[in-house]
């Protein structure tokens, strides 16, 4: 999940004191110097059979949540629509947009990872329409999450970090309206539909799939286009309650959970056991969320598809941190580690390892 | 200078699985298909440099294990991004029940 304080990275001159989160600035630079960026990251040993079989595609899986969460869409809109203008509506609607404005950013995560599915076409189907419904650019995110990946929280490489340090209080409190970034995606699709990619998008995009980005942005741009004209049209809001709105109204969950993934844990190491939190969830957010509670499991692992991930932890977890046991015990270890990081932004969350762990590892010349 | 170099029995690897052999400062990527048939590809992945050993065998393609990028382990053709670049592809074959391949020396 990339629940991002600037989708893409930042630009050189919109930085932190002391830190430079720009893809193109100076931490950037000190990143490739000092071995930070495409490091040998830590990976907890696991029999080869045992991964191989965890690693396994299946189409079932992904099939019944997709056919799950496009029934559940289709009646959740009925409702919205047939009891429109009434409070009867409301639930409708908050489900709707939950289930557009949160669940594609799962479903975005793991088909874009090519996991979902074992059969290619059904994760690409399934990309381009969260992608859409998520207002990403389809190719310039797919690079942009590669290297969030290769570099996971790594000051000035990683285009995903949501908890800049210090941390601004109030962008992380206004993310759960959705609208600050929502109001940046488009502004990131109408720039890519113009012909224009930013510093930080040509760092991570290969030049090659430039012309791809911008015509994918001018896709977006013209069903967006279409939904407008059909409200003013029809003059009626129905039809941007369910194109576009629901990256606003039903954002939350995506960010209630997307922000525990990193938030108050480790920037500049190699180590996901220290940047990254598994924590235990209701099977409802699971679903949801697609699994991606066990993140320290996912950036470890990431081609253990998301229906294999509890499995995944059973076989890790004598070495790693002990998970978080609920989502409100993630933010009660996260809240006062961002709170403090305002006034001194070096501090991070280290957890306790269990004795059957092996040590962290420590960036080298930092252990 | 290319000469055959025997890599490990065939029954070492599963067929549609893959694994790393090192040989004269190089690392190489060797695969059974499906079927049973050797190939063997450079072992790196031409995106970031991660093993490709590691990663998955799917059919005919290898996927690698950092950001799920694919290959074609017969041709080395990139079939999915992030890899853009084709992986170089080595001669593989089966004698007196060992895999060998054909690379420098």
Redesign the interface.
């Known amino acids: 999940m990339v629940m991002t304080a600037e989708p893409g990275g930042t630009e050189p001159g919109g930085t932190a004191p002391g830190r430079d989160y720009a893809l193109t600035g100076r931490d950037a630079v000190r990143a490739r110097e000092t071995g930070l960026a495409?490091a040998d990251w830590y990976r907890t040993e696991i029999p080869r059979k045992t991964l191989?079989a965890l690693?396994?595609?299946r189409d079932g899986p992904a099939l019944r949540d997709t056919a799950l969460w496009f029934a559940l869409l289709g009646l959740s809109a009925w409702g919205g629509i047939a009891f429109w203008g009434t409070w009867a509506a409301v639930p409708f609607w908050l489900v709707y947009g939950v289930l557009y404005g949160s669940a594609c950013d799962s479903r975005w995560h793991e088909a874009g990872?090519?996991?979902a599915f074992?059969t290619?076409w059904m994760n690409d189907a399934v990309y381009q329409i969260a992608s859409f419904m998520v207002m990403r650019n389809p190719v310039s995110w797919?690079?942009s999450h590669?290297r969030h990946?290769?570099d996971t929280i790594i000051v000035g490489r990683d285009p995903e970090i949501a908890c800049m340090r210090p941390p601004n209080l109030w962008r992380l409190l206004l993310a759960y309206g959705g609208i600050l970034d929502m109001i940046h995606s488009a502004r990131v699709l109408v720039l890519n539909a113009a012909g224009h990619l930013s510093d930080a998008e040509k760092d991570y995009i290969?030049e090659?799939?430039w012309p791809r980005a911008i015509r994918a942005a001018r896709v977006h741009m013209a069903i967006y286009a279409a939904t407008l004209l059909a409200a003013i049209a029809g003059q009626s809001w129905i039809p941007l309650m369910l194109i576009g709105l629901p990256r606003i109204y039903g954002a939350w969950h995506m960010v209630m959970t997307g922000l525990i993934q990193h938030c108050g844990l480790a920037e500049n190491v190699i180590d996901h056991r220290l940047n990254s939190r598994t924590v235990y969830m209701n099977p409802v957010s699971r679903w949801i969320y697609w699994n991606m509670n066990y993140h320290v499991e996912h950036h470890m692992?990431?081609?253990v598809p998301y229906h294999a991930l509890p499995a995944l932890h059973a076989a890790l977890k004598h070495d790693l941190p002990p998970a978080n046991t609920s989502i409100w015990d993630a933010y009660a270890e996260a809240i006062p580690a961002v709170l403090r990081q305002v006034t001194d932004p070096d501090h991070a969350v280290r957890k306790p390892l269990p004795p059957t762990a092996r040590p962290y590892k420590e960036v080298p010349g930092h252990g | 200078m290319a000469d055959w170099v025997r890599v490990c029995p065939l029954d070492e690897i599963d067929p549609e699985?893959v694994i790393r052999f090192d040989h004269a400062g190089r690392t190489y990527a060797v695969y059974r298909a499906e079927d049973g048939t050797p190939f063997a590809t450079d072992g790196l992945c031409t995106?970031?440099?991660v093993h490709l050993a590691d990663?998955?065998v799917?059919g005919d393609a290898i996927?690698c294990?950092?950001?799920?990028g694919?290959f074609n382990i017969r041709t080395g053709a990139a079939l999915?991004?992030?890899v853009?670049v084709d992986l170089r592809t080595w001669p593989a074959r089966v004698t007196d029940g060992h895999i060998e391949i054909e690379i420098p020396t």
């Open positions: 495409n191989k690693m396994q595609r990872h090519g996991t074992r290619d797919r690079w590669a990946h290769t290969p090659s799939e692992f990431p081609m | 699985d995106h970031e440099q990663g998955l799917l996927e294990p950092k950001h799920n694919r999915r991004a992030p853009c």
